[in-house]
């Protein structure tokens, strides 16, 4: 209050006035450390799909440009587009309206490791009846091969595909 410039009554002392020149970061750092916690918080979140137990691969990353539609069957075999459930007899339908018909739109598969390989089997079966001719499995890159470079020379630690039709 000292370099305020006003006496105790609250008129101007002469020649006291001082602008204030220190900027008070306590608001800019309250702020920060809010969108710190808020964007710690989302970001786990923003993952898309339906939560599987990938297998493990040594196949090399996927490199695609666009973000492709995946079908992902969960450990229960429940069929999902993306992360909206789907009947098995309506998959068809449901991937042509969304892919307007389009065949080579590129398509991934998801199985969870701990569901029967029939079941990811008949998936792909009715996709590829269906016309659909880029069809691949989605696994993961094993966990002890973390900061390795796999034979292909890229990092295993994104999704890999594992086989294409």
Same mark, same amino acid.
């Given at each position: 209050?000292?370099?305020?410039?006003?006496?105790?009554?609250?008129?101007?002392?002469?020649?006291?006035?001082?602008?204030?020149?220190?900027?008070?970061?306590?608001?800019?750092?309250?702020?920060?450390?809010?969108? @710190?916690? =808020?964007?710690?918080?989302? +970001?786990?979140?923003?993952?898309?799909? %339906?939560? &599987?137990?990938?297998?493990?691969?040594? /196949?090399?990353?996927?490199?695609?440009?666009?973000?492709?539609?995946?079908?992902?069957?969960?450990?229960?075999?429940?069929?999902?587009?993306?992360?909206?459930?789907?009947?098995?007899?309506?998959?068809?339908?449901?991937?042509?309206?969304?892919?307007?018909?389009?065949?080579?739109?590129? @398509?991934? =598969?998801?199985?969870?490791? +701990?569901?029967?390989?029939?079941?990811? %089997?008949? &998936?792909?079966?009715?996709?590829?009846? /269906?016309?659909?001719?880029?069809?691949?499995?989605?696994?993961?890159?094993?966990?002890?091969?973390?900061?390795?470079?796999?034979?292909?020379?890229?990092?295993?630690?994104?999704?890999?595909?594992?086989?294409?039709?």
């Amino acid at each position: 209050m000292a370099a305020s410039g006003l006496s105790g009554n609250g008129h101007r002392l002469p020649g006291r006035y001082r602008p204030m020149s220190e900027i008070n970061v306590t608001p800019l750092v309250d702020v920060m450390l809010v969108l @710190l916690v =808020v964007f710690m918080v989302a +970001a786990p979140l923003l993952t898309v799909g %339906v939560p &599987v137990d990938l297998p493990q691969t040594q /196949a090399p990353p996927i490199t695609e440009p666009k973000e492709p539609l995946v079908i992902t069957i969960n450990g229960e075999g429940r069929i999902f587009i993306q992360e909206t459930e789907v009947p098995t007899d309506s998959l068809i339908p449901r991937l042509q309206a969304i892919t307007a018909s389009n065949s080579d739109a590129p @398509l991934y =598969v998801r199985g969870d490791k +701990a569901i029967n390989y029939g079941r990811v %089997v008949e &998936v792909m079966s009715l996709v590829g009846a /269906a016309g659909y001719h880029k069809v691949s499995l989605i696994a993961e890159a094993p966990k002890g091969a973390a900061g390795k470079v796999t034979p292909g020379g890229t990092p295993p630690d994104r999704p890999a595909r594992a086989a294409k039709r």
